[in-house]
């Protein structure tokens, strides 16, 4: 099977711009799960999906903020950017809902908000 | 704040040699836990779980150990081989549904 697949790699945004980030689960994973990633903060969750729905939700402002598609297929959205932002975001897809299945990254889309 | 954490933030070890990696959680009630794999330019890399039922299991020259009475995990690598160099963490959920909550990770060098 196909791994997760992020879309794109690599983004340069400016402060006060707004960003569209994809993610394609492996086939047959309903949830897909976000992530950020810094030197000083680690892994941070984000937001889940299952079945269109988010189910968790991590303590982000709410410029973050995603979606899930019929299809399992997820974008997050990040509005008026701040550098703090910089980071690299990573989806994961899982069989099941929640944390009590492994997680499976794809290598993450590198954001730089300059 | 997290729960899960690192005992070490680096950690070298001459190639051939057992790599174990440490892990403290604080919540008692955890029941599953994962290690990964971080490698430069790439997503973490899903490497071993086990659930709190169980206190040791082990895949292709990795281990994990589970001791619920101290709350402490650990990850060991047998014959370390510089592919092995990474960025390691683990992974606890906390209860239920709720999602995966990672340690800093332990940075891994092997050294040939």
């Known amino acids: 099977k196909a791994g997760v697949t992020q879309t794109p790699r690599y983004l340069i945004k400016t402060r006060g711009q707004q960003v569209t980030l994809s993610c394609s689960p492996i086939s047959g994973h309903r949830s897909v799960s976000w992530y950020q990633q810094t030197p000083g903060q680690g892994l941070q969750f984000l937001f889940e999906?299952?079945?269109?729905?988010?189910?968790n939700k991590g303590n982000f402002p709410g410029r973050f903020s995603g979606r899930q598609f019929s299809n399992s297929r997820s974008e997050m959205n990040v509005s008026t950017l701040e550098l703090g932002d910089s980071a690299l975001y990573l989806c994961a897809s899982s069989e099941g809902q929640g944390g009590n299945s492994p997680l499976h990254f794809g290598n993450g889309t590198r954001l730089t908000v300059t | 704040g997290e729960s899960v954490g690192l005992h070490l933030p680096t950690l070298s070890v001459q190639e051939g040699d057992n790599s174990i990696i440490n892990c403290a959680y604080s919540n008692s009630a955890s029941d599953y836990f994962i290690w990964y794999k971080q490698e430069s330019g790439k997503g973490p890399q899903f490497i071993i779980d086990?659930?709190?039922?169980?206190d040791k299991r082990q895949g292709q020259r990795v281990t994990v150990l589970l001791n619920k009475t101290v709350k402490h995990l650990s990850l060991q690598i047998a014959a370390t081989q510089p592919g092995d160099s990474a960025v390691y963490f683990c992974a606890e959920n906390l209860s239920g549904n709720t999602p995966l909550v990672f340690g800093k990770g332990t940075r891994l060098s092997v050294i040939a």
């Open positions: 086990i659930r709190s039922n169980m």
């Open positions: 999906y299952f079945s269109e729905t988010q189910r």
